[in-house]
């Protein structure tokens, strides 16, 4: 196994299996037939053709598209369509700068291909011998990735929370990291990929950050969605992500990111110009 199967796990997508979605005309998703079929029995909601999938043109403005879409998808809900429904509004937007034009239920996210946003928190501690990483083990009742390992903290990026302050209410929830702390973390940058999952197509952008954590610190789960925690070496860590699917497929191309920028997959190594490109699909 290498480094790059796991850039490939998250680069498995047939453009030909899906259709566009639109919102007021704005290309926002990518809808597969199957569900492209499934939606054509909400006409006063979405229009299906062929060329793709609009929102009706009637529901003018974000209210009214977010009340129309929540009636559909509590629809689907109630028939078992929808797993893991978390109660979390996400952004539908075609990119992450824009305004959105409406929000969704974050479990429906990719049966429409829209795109996701998170946040996830290196969090490291630095030793006489190099680098430690603080990694959390997933619940085994998450709905994704249960039991996969994950960063210390990681999170969606729901709808009206800055990146910020989206940081700081995941580092309390997820590790008991105190705000003060939480604020030291350093934007690192981004990996994206669009690949078909389970759940259906995720086309997410992943905002980075490295927090160097103090020795004596101890990450402490407070919602529920960490079994627990581990401190391992880095180099253990290199070695979990080259030769196992042991990482949730999106933690892991954070950790090789990661790697990359701390000189740990170095210029010279084989994979290093198509691990680059692979992480910003």
């Known amino acids: 196994m290498a480094f790059l199967d796991r850039i490939t796990e998250c680069r498995r997508f047939d453009p030909a299996r899906y259709r566009p979605f639109r919102v007021a005309g704005i ?27 609009d929102l009706a043109p009637t529901l003018v403005d974000f209210r009214a598209r977010t009340e129309a879409v929540a009636g559909v998808l509590e629809t689907l809900r109630a028939k078992g369509e929808i797993p ?8 539908v937007t ?14 429906a996210v990719p049966l429409f291909g829209v795109m996701g946003f998170g946040v ?27 039991g996969k390992l994950d960063q210390v903290v990681a999170g969606g990026q729901p709808a009206g929370v800055s990146l910020a302050d989206n ?5 309390g929830e997820e590790a008991a990291i105190p705000p003060d702390l939480a604020r030291r973390a350093i934007p ?3 990996v994206s990929y669009c690949t078909e999952r389970a759940e259906g197509l995720r086309r997410d952008v992943l905002f980075n950050y490295d927090l160097p954590l103090p020795g004596g610190f101890t990450p402490i789960n407070t919602d529920g969605e960490v079994e627990s925690f581990h401190r391992w070496p880095i180099e253990r860590i290199a070695g979990i992500v080259r030769e ?7 933690c892991a191309l954070v950790v090789i990111d990661f790697l ?4 740990i997959i170095a210029p010279d190594h084989p994979e290093y110009s198509d691990l680059l490109r692979g992480l910003h699909s």
């Open 27 to 53: 290309a926002v998703g990518l809808v597969s037939d199957r569900f492209f079929h499934r939606l054509r029995d909400f006409p006063r909601v979405f229009s299906t053709a062929p060329a793709g999938v």
């Open 84 to 91: 893991g429904w978390r109660n979390e509004p996400y952004p």
């Open 94 to 107: 075609p990119s992450f700068a824009a305004t959105p034009l409406m929000t969704m239920e974050r479990a």
């Open 120 to 146: 996830h928190v290196n969090g490291f501690v630095e030793t006489g011998r190099g680098l430690d990483m603080w990694i959390g083990q997933r619940s085994k009742t998450k709905p994704t990735g249960p």
């Open 167 to 171: 940081l700081v209410k995941e580092c």
């Open 188 to 190: 690192v940058g981004t």
């Open 244 to 250: 196992t699917d042991d990482f949730k497929f999106n």
């Open 260 to 263: 990359i920028r701390r000189g």
